[in-house]
Each structure stands twice: as C-alpha cells, then as structure tokens.
T-cell receptor, first 115, second 112 residues
C-alpha cells in the first residue's frame, strides 16, 4: 500500500534553533499539504501545494516558517527560529487532486519538541 | 464560530454499545465530509467519507449527513476497546483550494 513518507519522526530542539521536516507524497499525488496539530486540537493547515505551486499559505507564520516543493514531488517545511509554541506534530498529507471526493492520506508525522 | 465543531469529550461507552459522534459545520455549501480516526501519538487515518444526505454504512461504521441542518455524525456499532481513539470530523472547503478543515476531535473511550 502506498504511503506518505516523513522524516524525522521525532525532533527535539532548543528555541531559536532551525529545524526542517521532509515529506515524500504518494506517487502521482499532485496535491501536498502540511498540517500542524497541537496536542488536544485538530490539524490546522499550514500550507497547500498544487504540484510545485503554493495555493494556500494563509495560516503559515511566514516570519519563521517556509515551505517548498521545488520539483512538484517531495517537500520541505522549515522553521527558523523555533519557538516554544511550535511544539506540535507536523503532518504531511497528499491527495491526487484537491477537489470533491479526493481523500487525504497522511504520513506518520514529525513530532517536534522545542525546549 | 468555528468552521467545524465537535464536542471534545471524552465520550465513554461500554463495550458492545453504540457510540455516536457528532459534528456541525458553518459553510452551508460544503459538499464533502470525512471522518478520520487518530490513535494517541499516531497520524489520522480515513474511516468514512460522505457526500450525499442520508446514511452511508461500512461494516460497524455508519456516517450520517444532514446538509439542511449542517450536521454530520458517525455511529460505531458494537463498540470495541480497540475503537478507543480520537475521531476527527473534516469538511472540504468550498474555496478553490479545496483544503480540508478539521474539527478538534472527539475522544472515545470504550470500556471493557
């Protein structure tokens, strides 16, 4: 069964440090999402890509977060500098399209702890 | 008002009972609705999707949609301890990006 690959699974860092997460979506999935899930809350969309283009980054804290999907396949989410409030699970998901019945498949997630 | 609202729970039911999980949404023209299950420390996994008013059954799970009331629910029959998890309701945005908007999730505890 095809999977969304994410790394690292766990990351502990000190505040003000830089951190990066990587995601490889299911082959053929044009739409890639980065969600952030704070403990006890539902996932919140940070950024959505259609192929290599950003189509929604309205909730991305652009002063410290950046995301790219240069060749329209895998993607990197970066935080610099990390803050205590960034501690969360960072979930990558992909879907064939972004409309109608197309479902999102999530990766295992990257758990970030900022000390 | 949040776009997708769920009672955070916990909802506690005895083994073998029916668990009923509810969700309301604010965008009247939403068309696609999803239920995800999330075990503690794990990522969400899709259980059910529903697009038309009425009921949709898949094994022990039934999703119910009422667009007039902007309400979607998930029923779990013959609940098992392995069903203990957080259940996330998600609604596809009607914006041109089609992003999924999630509720905060309802924690279900099934007691043996």
């Amino acid at each position: 069964e095809a999977e969304v690959a994410q790394s690292p699974r766990y990351k502990i860092t000190e505040k003000s440090q830089a951190v990066a997460f990587w995601c490889d979506p299911i082959s053929g999935h044009a739409t890639l999402y980065w969600y952030r899930q704070i403990l006890g809350q539902g996932p919140e969309l940070l950024v959505q890509f259609q192929d290599e283009s950003v189509v929604d980054d309205s909730q991305l804290p652009k002063d410290r977060f950046s995301a790219e999907r240069l060749k329209g396949v895998d993607s990197t989410l970066k935080i610099q500098p990390a803050e205590l409030g960034d501690s969360a699970m960072y979930l990558c998901a992909s879907s064939r399209l972004a409309t109608g019945a197309n479902v999102l498949t999530f990766g295992a997630g990257s758990r970030l702890t900022v000390l | 008002q949040k776009e997708v609202e769920q009672n955070s729970g916990p909802l506690s039911v005895p083994e073998g009972a029916i668990a009923s999980l509810n969700c309301t949404y604010s965008d009247r023209v939403s068309q696609s609705f999803f239920w995800y299950r999330q075990y503690s420390g794990k990522s969400p996994e899709l259980i059910m999707s529903i697009y038309s008013n009425g009921d949709k059954e898949d094994g022990r799970f039934t999703a119910q949609l009422n667009k007039a009331s902007q309400y979607v629910s998930l029923l779990i029959r013959d609940s098992q301890p392995s069903d203990s998890a957080t259940y996330l309701c998600a609604v596809r945005s009607t914006s041109n990006t089609g992003k999924l908007i999630f509720g905060q999730g309802t924690t279900l505890q099934v007691k043996p």
